[in-house]
Nanobody, 122 residues
Framework: VQLQASGGGLVQAGGSLRLSCAASGGTFSTYTRGWFRQAPGKEREFVAAISWNGAITTYGDSVKGRFTISRDNAKDMVYLQMTSLKPEDTAVYYC????????????????WGQGTQVTVSS
C-alpha cells in the first residue's frame, strides 16, 4: 500500500498550487488523510487533515485561511489547495494516512508518501 504525492513546484509569493495524493495497492477511503511539511533544518510540521468522510478538517495555525484540504473517496485521492503562498511555505510536503480520528501528531500516521517539493519565491 503506497501513497504518492504530486503537484509541487516553484511559485511566486501570492501564487497558488494544488497538491495531490494518490493511493495505490489498497484503499484509504476509510482513513484519515493528512498533509505535513518539512523545511530544511526544521522539524516536520502538521499542515492539514481530513476525516474519512470529509466531515472534519483541521489545519495548522500557519496555513489557516489559505490552504484547503479535500478528498475524493471514489478516486482515493486527497488534495491540498494552497493559496496566498508565502516564502515560509517552502518545504517538502508529505501526505499521510491513519486509521482513526483526525490527529495532528505525525507519529500517529502509519502510512506516508515520498514527498513533493514546494518552493515559494519572494
Amino acid at each position: 500500500v503506497q501513497l504518492q504525492a504530486s503537484g509541487g513546484g516553484l511559485v511566486q509569493a501570492g501564487g497558488s498550487l494544488r497538491l495531490s495524493c494518490a493511493a495505490s495497492g489498497g484503499t484509504f477511503s476509510t482513513y484519515t488523510r493528512g498533509w505535513f511539511r518539512q523545511a530544511p533544518g526544521k522539524e516536520r510540521e502538521f499542515v492539514a487533515a481530513i476525516s474519512w468522510n470529509g466531515a472534519i478538517t483541521t489545519y495548522g495555525d500557519s496555513v489557516k485561511g489559505r490552504f484547503t484540504i479535500s478528498r475524493d473517496n471514489a478516486k482515493d485521492m486527497v488534495y491540498l489547495q494552497m493559496t496566498s503562498l508565502k516564502p515560509e511555505d517552502t518545504a517538502v510536503y508529505y501526505c499521510a494516512a491513519r486509521y482513526g480520528a483526525t490527529i495532528i501528531r505525525d507519529d500517529a500516521y502509519a502510512y506516508w508518501g515520498q514527498g513533493t517539493q514546494v518552493t515559494v519565491s519572494s
